[in-house]
């Protein structure tokens, strides 16, 4: 494998391919404009379900779209925040966060530290012994830097008995290159 074709997105997609399989429970807290919920529901098939959440009601309708035109069945779009996300589901293998703005949307409405930090924390709590969160984090620009800086903080002292995390970064690419981020809950 090598890196140079790479971004944190496609990091994601490939680490998310590997560890998901036919049947599991997935969430997308970041809907967006879905590309990340398709993946999900296309994984998991018809004998899984996937959960989506987002705060902008653009996403769900952006989403729903894309959803209908891959004939996907298998997916809940859900018009809340994720830090709500237990209100709505019990157990996941998985919790994906794709943290930044829409993709071609408002850049005023992004995600925000706050909020992340309790929605990592309720997907901890819903993951099995198995299971695993995946973060891409966008910053600086339009969305800034406070952010990824308490994100990382709050990773940086998550227990190491109980979980793995892993930082992946472009390190020598200009403009802010996003992260990608998993953490494992240990065995
Ligand atoms: C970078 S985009 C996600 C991209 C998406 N995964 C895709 O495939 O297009 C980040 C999304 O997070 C959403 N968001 C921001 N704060 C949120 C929150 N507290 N709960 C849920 N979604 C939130 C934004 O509205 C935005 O659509």
Do not use: W
């Not at 969305?143 to 020598?172: I, P, Q, W």
């Amino acid at each position: 494998m090598t890196y140079y074709d790479k971004n944190a997105l496609k990091l994601s997609h490939e680490y998310i391919k590997a560890n998901l399989k036919k049947g599991d429970i997935a969430v997308d807290g970041t809907m967006g404009r879905g590309r990340d919920t398709l993946l999900l529901s296309q994984l998991v098939g018809s004998s899984g379900k996937v959960f989506a959440f987002d705060i902008q009601k653009e996403a769900l309708s952006s989403t729903q779209v894309l959803l209908e035109e891959n004939a996907i069945t298998n997916a809940q779009l859900i018009l809340d925040s994720h830090h709500n996300l237990k209100n709505y589901v019990e157990d996941a293998k998985c919790v994906v966060f794709n943290f930044g703005f829409l993709p071609g949307g408002d850049h005023t409405i992004f995600s925000h530290s706050d909020t992340s930090i309790k929605a990592i924390e309720a997907a901890l709590d819903i993951i099995p012994s198995d299971g695993f969160v995946s973060i891409c984090s966008y910053y600086g620009g339009d969305t800034g830097f406070e952010e990824r800086d308490n994100l990382l903080a709050f990773l940086e002292k998550l227990d190491s008995k109980k979980y793995t995390v892993m930082l992946h970064s472009f390190y020598n690419r200009p403009n802010c290159p996003p992260l990608f981020i998993v953490i494992e809950k240990n065995h």
